[in-house]
């Protein structure tokens, strides 16, 4: 889990370097700062229990860690829909900045087509206020990252500097 909270600390700065709104940008990259933080408290915390052997103190605290990093993917995930409904900027020639932008760009077009259903399906009621029962909810990037079929491991698309993977290659 450690390693794949450092895939979306490398997932959020990409976006923020690619960000048109720089309060978005901030928000993204304070958020990636804080999940490296927590990425590398569990990695630690997670070590020392491989070595320290079973306890129900260790378990407690690998426990939090654990629920922190999801905490703190989540912040990232949510500035990231941010940023994207603000809008990115051209990404360079580097494969991995073309595929979290391919990747946001697809989440984008869903969250239009969806809007796009709402408006012509009224969900309102006679004052204009959105029904809640029935009514389906946004598409977010969680959402889109748990839809993705996991990718053959042995074939990795790019060629990347942790252990042969991109940063969407992963599941979180």
């Known amino acids: 889990m450690a390693s794949d909270g450092q895939v979306v600390v490398k997932f959020g700065n990409i976006l923020a370097k690619h960000c048109l ?10 958020a990636a700062e804080h ?15 491989a070595v320290t052997g079973e306890s129900k103190a260790s378990s407690e605290l690998l426990l939090s ?27 360079s020639a580097d494969p991995e900045e073309e595929e979290v932008a391919a990747f946001c760009q697809q989440w984008r077009k869903n969250l239009t087509q969806h809007r796009a259903k709402a408006a012509l399906n009224s969900d309102r009621d006679e004052l204009g206020l959105r029904k809640t029962r029935g009514a389906k909810a946004e598409p977010t990037l969680m959402s889109l ?4 079929p ?12 942790r252990k042969g993977h991109t940063v969407m290659d992963r599941h979180l």
């Not at 999940?35 to 229990?49: D, F, P, W």
């Open 21 to 30: 709104d720089q309060r978005c940008s901030m928000e993204l990259l304070r």
């Open 35 to 49: 999940t490296q933080s927590v990425s590398s408290q569990l990695g630690i915390v997670a070590r020392v229990k």
């Open 65 to 91: 860690n654990v629920q922190s990093l999801v905490r703190a993917v989540q912040h990232v995930l949510r500035a990231a829909e941010a940023a994207c409904v603000k809008g990115l900027g051209q990404t």
């Open 145 to 148: 990252v748990q839809e993705q």
């Open 150 to 161: 996991p990718r053959s491991r042995n074939i990795p698309k790019h060629p990347s500097p």
